[in-house]
Every structure is written in C-alpha cells, then in structure tokens.
C-alpha cells in the first residue's frame, strides 16, 4: 500500500503560478507511473499530466500543455506539477495517483488505471 499526499494548494490570481506536490510514503512508488487528475465543482475528474517511473517520458492534456509540467525527484519519493500561467478555468482539486502499470498514454489518461490516490488539494484561480 501507497499512500499519497498533496500539497502546494492555494489561491493564485489569473496568471500565477503554483507548485503542487506529491509525497508518497513508500520508496516503491520510485518504479510507478505517476499521474495528477483534477474535479471541478459539478464536473467530472479528469486527466491533467502523468509521467513515467524514471521522469524520461511524460504526458499532458491539451488544455495544460505549455503551461504545467511534471516532474519527479525519486530521491524524494515525490512528484511535482508546476502551473504556470494559471486560468480561472483550472481551478479544482487537484489528485496525484500511482499507477503500478506501464506508461501507456492510451491507459495513464483513465482514472481507473491508476491504483493508488492523494485526498487532492484545492487550486483556486481568480479573475
């Protein structure tokens, strides 16, 4: 069992910028593919970024790409996602989750492939 816990949350004017991060309590969780998914009110979870177990390959979905970007320090047992240029649109909570599987971008997009998840921290973003 992994357990997983963001932090790094806030609220950030329009064009800001926030860290998350992701601590896992497990140096196992080094050999997973690690993804961030977010909820927004009324809205359905969905994929934000992933990124496989060595940091070498990563995934983003359309809305974030060029503006977020993943990465991992192993050492740490930890996962970042750095926002930048933030829109009121992302504001959410936002999950980090491990998958025990490979980094296949037709699964790491599906929240069910993933086998272990933070409880999420808040990302608001004003106008």
């Known amino acids: 069992q992994v357990q997983l816990v963001e932090s790094g949350g806030g609220l950030v004017q329009a064009g800001g910028s926030l860290r998350l991060s992701c601590a896992a309590s497990?140096?196992?969780?080094?050999?997973?593919?690690t993804g961030w998914f977010r909820q927004a009110p009324g809205k359905e979870r969905e994929f934000v970024a992933a990124i496989n177990w060595s940091g070498g390959s990563t995934f983003y979905a359309d809305a974030v790409k060029g503006r977020f970007t993943i990465s991992r320090d192993n050492a740490k047992n930890t996962v970042y996602l750095q926002m930048n240029s933030l829109k009121p649109e992302d504001t959410a909570v936002y999950y980090c989750a491990a998958d025990r599987g490979s980094f296949a971008p037709v699964d790491i997009v599906l929240a069910p492939a993933y086998d272990y998840w933070g409880q999420g921290t808040q990302v608001t973003v004003s106008s």
């Open positions: 497990r140096r196992t969780f080094s050999r997973y593919t």
